[in-house]
């Protein structure tokens, strides 16, 4: 009779180990489907806020006026970064670029000087830039022209969406995906102890007695998978830090807590909610049916 216990609780031991293992590994899909999503995300707004507006100004504009110019476009709500280049600094620039300098043949420096300026994320499509550019060119009577590569934030902006569309297909088809592994995973552990459960129910044990030790096992496995799941995921992420470098910009703090608890909810969730679906299953059931399945 000790023998046959020592059996029976090894395997269930087994069972719960891999009911752990196949959770982890569900659940390490889910936190990377969760942080490129959110990676994503934050990856937009960081091309779109690099992307530059030029603001040209004309050969009347003073150095005094062009910075009144700029902190007046800094005080914009649209506005995220403004570098006033004046004619001299784009000239030096220009000549440690290409390796000579034009003004000795030209007999005069050809550049104008510029407002260097950056919009936040939510401004940057072709109509808010636009009316920005306008706006600059009726109001400003220093601006000579505005340039800004539309095409590129056109085609920034599809792809991005596109990209968005894809994840987001995916995280539903994998949350769908993951949710019949762990209940297949948690219904084959209950099948072993589907004779335990009817012996309670013989003895006049509650549903909720009955259902309770199997909550609180499906509570620590998914505690303790989705601990190791964030474990996986933490070293993903030092080794984008440490290689890849500015991951820290657009996988900051707020990413990796938003990942960590999306992780240990859905493993929650999901486990808990097969463990109670399949246990109240087999409550349902006489004890001629726990022969036939």
Not at 228 to 239: P, T
């Amino acid at each position: 009779m000790g023998k046959k216990r020592k059996t029976a609780s090894r395997r269930h031991g087994m069972q719960v180990v891999t009911l752990c293992i196949s959770t982890t590994m569900v659940l390490i899909l889910i936190g990377l489907v969760v942080l490129s999503a959110f990676t994503t995300h934050n990856l937009s707004n960081y091309i779109r806020e690099h992307l530059t507006v030029t603001v040209m100004l004309n050969d009347s504009v003073t150095p005094q006026e062009a910075v009144a110019l700029r902190q007046q476009l800094a005080a914009m709500p649209y506005a995220k970064h403004v570098e006033y280049i004046s004619k001299e600094q784009a000239l030096k620039e220009q000549i440690a670029a290409m390796g000579s300098d034009p003004s000795e043949f030209l007999g005069m420096n050809p550049f104008v000087a510029t407002l260097e300026l950056q919009v936040f994320a939510d401004y940057a499509n072709s109509d808010s830039l636009w009316m920005i550019a306008d706006g600059l060119k009726i109001h400003h009577r220093e601006v000579s022209d505005v340039a800004y590569q539309e095409d590129l934030t056109n085609q920034v902006n599809h792809n991005l969406q596109r990209v968005t569309l894809v994840l987001l297909v995916l995280a539903v088809l994998l949350i769908i995906i993951c949710y019949s592994l762990i209940s297949n995973s948690v219904r084959l552990s209950i099948y072993s102890r589907r004779f335990a459960i009817h012996t309670m129910k013989l003895v006049g044990a509650s549903w909720s007695f009955i259902r309770w030790p199997f909550l609180r096992q499906a509570l620590g496995v998914a505690l303790v998978a989705a601990f190791l799941a964030c474990l996986v995921l933490g070293g993903v992420v030092y080794a984008l830090y440490t290689y890849q470098e500015g991951a820290a910009e657009v996988m900051g703090i707020p990413v990796l807590v938003v990942t960590a608890a999306s992780v240990l909810f859905f493993g929650l969730v999901i486990t808990l909610l097969c463990t109670w679906l399949s246990v109240n299953k087999f409550l349902r059931m006489k004890a001629g049916e726990l022969y036939k399945i």
